[in-house]
Nanobody
Framework: QVQLVESGGGSVQAGGSLRLSCAASGHTYSSYCLAWFRQAPGKEREGVASIYTTGGSTDYADTVKGRFTISQDNAKNTLYLQMNSLKPEDTAMYYC???????????????????WGQGTQVTVSS
């Protein structure tokens, strides 16, 4: 059983930056697809970015390319999401997710993941 705990959310003005963290524990496999999702009120949960723990290949939603960076610190078992140039439309609850598999082109599908964190709120004001 994998446990995921997000942190780092908060309130920021448009144009600002935040870094989210997701601490992982209890994992028994050597390779995982890790991802960040977000869900705004009244909207479906959407994939933001993914990273494969072996090799570090990444992928991003078009809406965040060039502004967000996903990364990992294997020594700390922690996933990060650096968010720059934040916009009001980035306001959402952000979740990290994991599955012990390669991140394929389907990484954005929330139903594919086995493990989820509880979420951390990000609010961007204009």
């Amino acid at each position: 059983q994998v446990q995921l705990v997000e942190s780092g959310g908060g309130s920021v003005q448009a144009g600002g930056s935040l870094r989210l963290s997701c601490a992982a524990s209890g994992h028994t496999y050597s390779s995982y697809c890790l991802a960040w999702f977000r869900q705004a009120p009244g909207k479906e949960r959407e994939g933001v970015a993914s990273i494969y723990t072996t090799g570090g290949s990444t992928d991003y939603a078009d809406t965040v390319k060039g502004r967000f960076t996903i990364s990992q610190d294997n020594a700390k078992n922690t996933l990060y999401l650096q968010m720059n140039s934040l916009k009001p439309e980035d306001t959402a609850m952000y979740y990290c997710a994991a599955r012990a598999a390669y991140c394929g082109s389907w990484w954005w599908r929330q139903s594919w993941y086995d493990y989820w964190g509880q979420g951390t709120q990000v609010t961007v004001s204009s």
